[in-house]
């Protein structure tokens, strides 16, 4: 295990600073991302009616040292005054000695349409990326190295986002991440963050004889330049608003078992990764928690339904 650290810290280091015009990944996308959306589209900001924080967290290739871990938090609400909603999200994302930090403050616009809903947003904030050599394992004094333990950089970061809505049927949502394609320095070499295009959608199926099941197929779906086209799909049942359970399927990377139950104002769900990729190790832990605090607000005015997380 130590040599395949040694080996995940050398390649890391030597994509950053060997290459001179490093592409920074698409953001790590949760196998429950339907419970975070506002992380992937801030169209999606405050679109139920509650303060809601979801906390989110995944272990990646279980076994191996260095591995990527991700971390992800986020905390919205409806504004009457601001005919819409904000929040704030959080990201971490590790694999060996590089880490990188986003911090993002979502608005969205609210309008309602008919039986349809629709929001438009904008997420602005800041990226934080940051090698650690401490980690690494160097003989010699390498002048790259050398010096200090650390080095970071900051980014100006820009996410835009259409959530469209139609009665508690269906819904979709078209996003753009990383606009601005920020670049900067880390310990000499230049790297810059790559725009993605990002497509989500769920239909949600119910049945009179069984009235209190609701089976919803997703999709998300994540474009960016030079990177393969990312296809995640999968069904999830829920019955009485309380328990849930499904499978995700990532194109040729993983099949994913999830179950989770909801109990009063607490939310909380469990997915395990079966990686089909070459890897094939002990697979990834995902664990949520969320919390949602609902709000009357004028009910008489504000007759759209709220969306359905599965």
């Known amino acids: 295990m130590k040599m395949l650290k040694k080996a995940i810290a050398f390649f890391t280091i030597f994509t950053l600073l060997m290459i001179g015009d490093v592409v920074a990944q698409q953001k790590q996308v949760f196998t429950q991302y339907m419970f975070v959306p506002s992380v992937y589209n801030p169209g999606f900001t405050g679109s139920r009616n509650a303060i809601c924080a979801t906390g989110i967290m995944k272990q990646q290739w279980v076994g191996v040292d260095g591995a990527p871990n991700n971390y992800a938090f986020s905390i919205e609400s409806p504004v009457k005054l601001l005919r819409g909603g904000i929040g704030a999200t959080i990201i971490t994302d590790e694999i060996g ?32 990326e940051k090698l650690d050599f401490s980690l690494f394992n160097v003989k010699g004094d390498d002048p790259l190295l050398s010096g200090s333990d650390e080095e970071s950089g900051m980014i100006f970061d820009i996410d835009a986002g259409l959530f469209f809505q139609k009665a508690e049927k269906w819904y979709i949502g078209i996003s753009s991440t990383q606009i601005n394609e920020g670049s900067m320095e880390v310990a000499g070499g230049a790297t810059s963050l790559a725009r993605s295009y990002i497509a989500t959608g769920a239909y949600h199926f119910k049945f009179e004889r069984m009235p209190k099941l609701v089976v919803s197929p997703s999709a998300f779906i994540a474009y960016m330049a030079n990177a393969p086209l990312f296809i995640n799909v999968g069904v999830i049942g829920e019955y009485n608003k309380r328990f849930y359970g499904g499978v995700v399927y990532t194109h040729q990377n993983a099949i994913a078992l999830l179950a989770g139950v909801n109990y009063k104002n607490i939310k909380v769900g469990y997915a395990y990764d079966i990686n089909t990729n070459p890897l094939k190790n002990g697979g990834s832990h995902e664990i949520r928690l969320g919390y949602c605090f609902k709000l009357e607000i004028d009910k008489a005015k504000r007759s759209y339904k709220n969306t359905r997380y599965l």
Do not use: E, P, Q, S
């Open 97 to 128: 000695g590089f880490k990188t930090t986003t911090l993002k403050l979502n608005y969205a616009y609210h309008k309602k349409i008919g039986d349809a809903f629709l929001g438009i947003g904008v997420g602005l904030g800041l990226v934080n």
